[in-house]
Nanobody, 128 residues
Framework: QVHLGESGGGLVQAGGSLRLSCAAS????????MGWFRQAPGKEREFVAA????????YYAESVKGRFSISRDNVRNTVYLQMNSLKPDDTAIYYC?????????????????????WGQGTQVTVSS
């Protein structure tokens, strides 16, 4: 079992940056893919980024490629999402989650249905 807690959200102007953190408890953090998702008001939750167990492979939604960067620290049991060049469309609650079925490799494809152990989320608001 793993428990996740996100932090680092806030209000930022368009073009600005934020760094989200997700701290995990539990001994199995380093064995699995970790991911970030977001949900904007009135919209379904969508995939943002994911990272393999050792950080060797990363995966991004097209809408954030080149602007967002995911990383992890398996010693600190933490996964990060660096968000640059933020846009108003990035406004959402951001969640981290674990894919408890996969460790990740070059052939891995993130599938939302495989992710669980959701955190409580952190609000990101980008003003224009």
């Amino acid at each position: 079992q793993v428990h996740l807690g996100e932090s680092g959200g806030g209000l930022v102007q368009a073009g600005g940056s934020l760094r989200l953190s997700c701290a995990a408890s539990g001994r199995t953090f380093s064995s699995y893919v970790m991911g970030w998702f977001r949900q904007a008001p009135g919209k379904e939750r969508e995939f943002v980024a994911a990272i393999s167990w050792n950080g060797g492979s990363t995966y991004y939604a097209e809408s954030v490629k080149g602007r967002f960067s995911i990383s992890r620290d398996n010693v600190r049991n933490t996964v990060y999402l660096q968000m640059n060049s933020l846009k108003p469309d990035d406004t959402a609650i951001y969640y981290c989650a674990r894919d408890g079925h996969n460790s990740g490799n070059a052939y891995y494809t993130p599938r939302s249905e495989n992710f669980g152990s959701w955190g409580q989320g952190t609000q990101v608001t980008v003003s224009s």
